[in-house]
């Protein structure tokens, strides 16, 4: 039987640091809600077929992970045709619970505090992590210390992602498109799909005049057979 193996990165930020003091460490926790998967037949995904449609929250730095998002929809539905990319849409809300070791006197945690939201990064203080309401940030420039848009230090930006051949931010949505590593042609049989992830640097923080973070990206890879 052919494998396609598809490797996904959930690119979901190219961040540049002007500043130093910054590092990525592991989130134990990383809810997210899935909301819609296309398969297409192109790089822009102008003719796509719809996988699955609904809201289904999966925290993908636990065990089952895979299973559980691999059965985000059924695949008996998908018509025959070769397809070349695949299309996944998020919400910008993530669940994380995770810590970033910048030094060896130096550590941020996730606080559980309500302050990341579109156009302000995680500011903490917090010395033990705790679950925390996470947002993708809007494509901008934020201030090292309060996390805000007022200065010039941190750029967050979608237009270049290292894995995805596409991702934007949009309302309360998060898309993106990837090429598959091979082209997947549906015969008669449906497919299998097997999902691995892996949440070690799953999120960042700077901390230049106080704890800063933001969500980075899971490594994903999904195999489809």
Not at 153 to 165: E, G, H, K, L, R
Request: hydrophobic share 40%; aromatic share 6%.
């Amino acid at each position: 039987m052919k494998k396609i193996l598809l490797i996904l990165i959930f690119t979901l930020l190219t961040l540049n640091k002007v500043y130093a003091a910054s590092a990525t460490g592991a989130a134990t926790e990383y809810e997210v809600t899935m909301r819609k998967v296309e398969l297409c037949s192109d790089a822009a995904c102008a003719t796509s077929i719809v996988v699955g449609e609904r809201d289904m929250k999966a925290d993908i730095a636990a065990a089952d992970a895979g299973a559980t998002v691999a059965n985000f929809a059924p695949t008996t539905g998908i018509p025959s045709g070769t397809y070349t990319h695949i299309r996944i849409t998020i919400s910008r809300a993530i669940q994380i619970t995770g810590s970033v070791v910048i030094s060896g006197s130096s550590s941020c945690f996730t606080d559980g505090g309500t302050d990341n939201v579109a156009d302000n990064l995680l500011v903490t203080t917090a010395t033990s992590a705790s679950s925390t309401a996470m947002y993708l940030v809007n494509d901008d420039k934020y201030k090292v210390g309060t996390g805000d848009t007022s200065a010039e230090n941190i750029t967050i930006q979608y237009s270049s992602p290292t894995y995805a051949t596409s991702m934007s931010v949009s309302g309360d949505d998060a898309i993106m498109i990837y090429k598959l590593t091979d082209p997947y042609t549906r015969l008669l049989k449906a497919p299998v799909i097997k999902v691995a992830f892996n949440t070690e640097n799953a999120v960042g923080c700077e901390d230049t005049t106080a704890d800063v973070m933001w969500i980075e990206e899971p490594y994903v890879s999904i195999t489809v057979q």
